[in-house]
């Protein structure tokens, strides 16, 4: 299914997933069939016109959604402020954007660059991820809420907090970024307003592979695409000077013209989902992280787990805490045990079943323990060693 | 250079440029020697994390720039806003941007949206291409210039806008699309503000290869991002909560996480360049142009020329009228002769040096010709083949 190196333990797919193995033939015929072959004609007779659709509709699949409400294309940082936008466009009045201090940065980064450009008197509040139920308000035009923490995985009850959004009015902006491939999530049972999320985690898309967007379709005939590129006009090819969004549509919130190399990775990546099911994926991923834990707190002093010990409140990967974190993670992956590390102190491991089993969680906590034992940074030849990861 | 079908004469890299013969080994390197086996290490070791710059300085050197102005990444739609917002922001009093209407429309479509969220008071004026100069007065907050007309190829004199637009205090955004890798540009000659363009077409990088935006040097400190994702934070892994843009570097108009394998065929496709001399590209494009124009008129009766006569007026590609012109395009494609059609009568044909020679030229013109003779379009068989491009 993956093409992963011999011998290498790779407990972070929740940061880049790993290469399928019909990635190089897939870019390949890409290239030489689509490109070299068809050129310009290709965005007709290879459906490049509409691939961010039909790549849409099969992530839309993994998340509960219909088809025709998910689009592919840019990065998650511009899907997250096509959807902010479109959200405070939905609440003219109101004046707050609450998140929490757990989301990933660029998703507050994103809204303060939107705050400053409508100029506006919006304030984004980031409480911690505890508060936020409390604080959603009726001052409140959208929730933007990452459901997984990209650090500790600590989860968001996302229904429950969708449903006490919209008693009070407020949109919801749901960041899948640590959740699509990882855990079941339906935006159609939470009746989710906005989903985002990337696809070069769990869904092992590639390096910057494209982004995608929901919306729902109640929303469909009314959202402000904020980011009207061509691609969202009703009528591209008309090259009319003025905009006109798309109605009803999802391609409303297509923005401009987008990699097709990048598009043919993410397929390829997709058909490994085709035989998958995403409650075997959770539950496999819960055994795994379970005895990771159980084996980590057995056998490796100093390491304090700092994700929840539910794994009900858990995203996919695990979290210690240790203070020699830094080195340790180092020593860790010069040994094909590849984890990351997010400063000060924070070790990550991601588990992802469909190319980690407990043999393989066993072997790391192994290297790992005997890592530790032996203090191997307190030992001159691991600092003569390049290890800059 | 090119892989390009057997038999084919392309002329639409003005649309999208063909294959580099280099691409499909290159990417297949990414793929195995990068994403496989380095996996996330590889935004480090293979500076991943830094390619948006190193290709940016490599487009910069196309068009005059000195290193560490010029950025890769996500769509021109992107860029240009990126660009205009930044623009409006160093005027904040002014509430004009001046287009024309031969501008591409994504151009005119995605201010559309910014003066949207702004929701400030700001006009968009779009006049015909020929009354810009006149209409640029200090109520101009941000002048957006397309060079070359994409329709029919009409080329601005940037530096006479760009002094008179300084003269009254305005910004500019040069939209390079149809100029870089067609011709001899210079941002620095120019005292460019702000110069954003493509790469699937000159440039070759692939079907929705990524952007570039280039920012004057005097502006690095000061710009505003408007699109403020992570990759433009002083310090992306720091994880602040607080958008800090990079100072005084273009990192600041970096966004979010970018296509790797985009990036890498852009990477290929650029290594052509090195070797290549625009001026001798420009003067050999001039000298097809102007045969391929002259045997036209000679030999294609009812076919008129909309593009400007004046070779130094037009950029590299040629455009005519023709009543049958949908049909004769599809009749010219059917016999590998690829130019394309814009409606209601237009008939483009791009003149790319690279790959087009002057014996290309004369067999594209018999080509036509002998269709124009045959009046193809009135014979049934004509309209039994499937002819959709």
């Known amino acids: 299914m993956f093409d992963i190196p011999e011998g290498m333990i790779y407990l972070n797919g929740n940061s880049l997933g790993p290469m399928p193995k019909e990635a190089p033939s897939a870019i390949n015929a890409f290239l030489i069939d689509e490109w070299r072959t068809e050129l310009v004609k290709g ?52 004046r707050v954007i609450l998140s929490d201090n757990g989301n990933f940065p660029t998703d507050l980064y994103m809204v303060e660059g939107l705050i400053n450009l409508r100029n506006a008197g919006y304030t984004l509040r980031t409480p911690n991820p505890e508060d936020v139920y409390s604080q959603i308000t009726d001052e409140v035009a959208v929730l933007m809420i990452t459901e997984v923490d990209y650090r500790n995985s600590r989860k968001h009850d996302m229904k429950a907090l969708i449903a006490k ?12 970024a640590h959740s699509i491939g990882a855990l079941p999530i339906d935006v159609t049972d939470t009746n989710t307003d906005f989903a985002v999320g990337c696809t070069y985690k769990y869904l092992n898309g590639g390096p910057g592979a494209p982004a995608f967007i929901y919306v729902a379709p109640r929303l469909l005939d009314t959202v402000e695409p904020a980011l009207s590129g061509w691609f969202a006009h009703e009528a591209p090819f008309a090259f009319d000077l003025g905009f006109r969004p798309m109605p009803g549509k999802i391609d409303r919130m297509r923005i401009g013209t987008q990699s097709i190399a990048a598009f043919t990775l993410l397929e390829t990546a997709l058909d490994i989902w085709d035989d998958v099911n995403l409650y075997d ?6 055994e ?80 790992l323990s005997n890592i530790l034992n032996d203090k191997i940074w307190n030992k001159p030849e691991f600092h003569n060693r390049s290890l800059v990861t």
């Not at 509409?50 to 940082?77: F, H, P, Q, Y």
């Not at 409140?313 to 974190?325: K, M």
Request: overall charge neutral; hydrophobic content about 45%; charged content about 20%.
């Open 281 to 286: 994926v959770r539950s496999k991923s819960i």
């Open 43 to 94: 965005w007709n007779t290879k459906n490049w016109f509409i691939k961010s659709n039909l790549l849409g509709d099969r992530i839309g699949s993994l998340m509960g959604a219909i088809n025709g409400t998910t689009v592919v294309g840019d990065t998650l940082s511009i899907k997250v402020f096509q959807a902010v936008a479109a959200g405070l466009a939905m609440a003219p009045k109101r």
């Open 288 to 367: 795994l992280s379970e005895f990771f834990i159980s084996q980590v707190e057995a056998k490796c002093q100093g390491l304090t787990l700092i994700s929840p010990r539910d794994p009900n409140q858990r995203g996919s990967h695990v979290a210690f805490q240790f203070e020699n974190g830094y080195e340790c993670m180092q020593a860790l992956i010069a040994q094909g045990v590849i984890g990351d590390f997010r400063a000060p102190d924070v070790m990550r491991f991601g588990i992802t079943p469909l190319f980690i089993n407990l043999d393989d969680i066993e072997k790391a906590v192994t290297v």
């Open 165 to 176: 959004a919209h008693s009070v009015g407020a949109t919801v902006v749901w960041d899948m």
